[in-house]
């Protein structure tokens, strides 16, 4: 077999994108932007025409009944793919998470193989397709901040790669949120907002600013440690198939 030589350009990677619902009905931008930024990468980008709901809103619900054709469809549509590439924390996880539990026999062996080469849009760009900004002038910025999606984060574990794509394209450093959040009126006491590393969860914490101590937790850390993650609640207040 016959090694490519090193100074030639890399075959374009092949990507279907799965615009979602809410970027299809309320915001196309973010799908068209989602387009020249994966061509910016240099893929090749498909849009299946036929492509409807993941199916996730019934799924949320417990109508597990109303998602299973939904999902046999996305499925169908999108399995020949090389990649699959998803602008949503949410949808992407659906398809990486859910459609395993969802389905079983033949078409739960569809779904894992097609959960293999799904991403969400910021990890595709900076971990499978390592977009750089190249020549290209870098988008000038003010400040920026970046607020972490609940599915991205706590489901996907998406977290470095979005800020990794600031810096990167834009030549800005990302500010975290601010830890301090604001001096309350009247009181010697701040609010701060801290991350949790093991629960991928913020927390706010009121700080007694004579003593530097943590006088309350929003949630209690006795909370944290003994709440189930929102995925092992999945069907326990509607559940059809039982």
């Known amino acids: 077999m016959t090694k490519p030589h090193p100074d030639q350009p890399r075959p374009a990677l092949q990507v279907s994108l799965f615009v979602t619902c809410l970027a299809d009905l309320f915001r196309p931008s973010v799908a068209f932007d989602s387009i020249k930024l994966l061509e910016q990468a240099g893929c090749e980008v498909s849009v299946p025409l036929q492509q409807t709901c993941c199916g996730q809103p019934a799924y949320n619900t417990g109508d597990y009944e109303s998602s ?77 901040t970046y607020h972490d999606s609940c599915a991205g984060l ?36 701040e609010a701060r907002l801290r991350f949790e590393d093991q629960d991928q969860s913020y927390v706010v914490e009121i700080l007694d600013l004579d003593s530097g101590k943590v006088i309350q937790q929003y949630p209690p850390e006795k909370l944290l440690n003994q709440s189930p993650r929102p995925a092992d609640l999945l069907g326990t207040v509607i559940d059809r198939r039982s």
């Open 154 to 189: 706590r489901e996907l574990g998406i977290r470095t790669q979005p800020r990794e794509l600031l810096r990167e394209l834009c030549d800005t450093e990302v500010t975290e949120l601010q830890q301090t959040l604001s001096r309350l009126p009247g009181s010697n006491r």
């Open 68 to 144: 299973v054709p939904l999902a046999r469809q996305l499925i169908q549509l999108f399995e020949p793919a090389d990649y699959v590439v998803v602008p949503s924390g949410s949808c992407a996880g659906m398809i990486c998470h859910h459609y395993p539990r969802l389905l079983d026999a033949e078409w739960r062996d569809r779904a894992l193989a097609l959960a293999a080469k799904t991403f969400e849009l910021t990890t595709f760009l900076n971990d499978i397709a390592g977009l750089r900004r190249g020549k290209r002038k870098p988008v000038e910025l003010p400040e920026v």
